[in-house]
């Protein structure tokens, strides 16, 4: 997949701000992988529906989150059964929440051997984000599925 324009833009701010475009979470996603240490948050649901959260190092590349984990763990059993979840993360300037699917991505590298791969893609539809830095403002972005 490759990176995408929203599909529809909401303000969310109540003091005035405009929405704010696209770009500027986009951008810090793009440089994230530059920014050792960046805490990504990953929140599934477990069985009986109790949620759970983990901290996981995740990459952009080409418009989505890639990821990794082991079979055993609790968050690759929870996506095994239910493989909507959402994405936390507190970037250079703005906060950030993407709610969407996680798969276990189609490659992986060729010394990790055949398939299945423990290396999971996030693919989202929905954005949430919070200018924690000038300009402020919120925004909702969604993404055609």
Avoid: Q
Avoid at 15 to 41: C, I, K, N
Avoid at 102 to 127: D, E, M, N
């Amino acid at each position: 997949m490759t990176d995408r324009e929203p599909v529809e833009v909401t303000n969310l701010d109540r003091y005035g701000s405009p929405p704010m475009p696209w770009s500027r979470p986009h951008d810090r996603l793009v440089a994230t992988p530059a920014e050792p240490g960046t805490p990504y948050f990953l929140g599934t649901s477990r069985p009986d529906g109790r949620p759970h959260a983990a901290s996981v190092g995740a990459v952009w590349l080409d418009g989505d989150l890639y990821f990794t984990s082991g079979p055993g763990t609790r968050k690759a059993r929870n996506l095994a059964a239910n493989p909507a979840c959402t994405f936390s993360v507190g970037l250079e300037d703005i906060d950030l929440v993407l709610e969407g699917d996680a798969f276990t991505a189609p490659f992986s590298a060729p010394s990790a051997g055949p398939p299945p791969w423990h290396l999971y893609r996030f693919a989202f539809h929905t954005v949430f984000g919070v200018a924690s830095a000038e300009p402020y403002g919120a925004t909702r972005w969604r993404f055609e599925r």
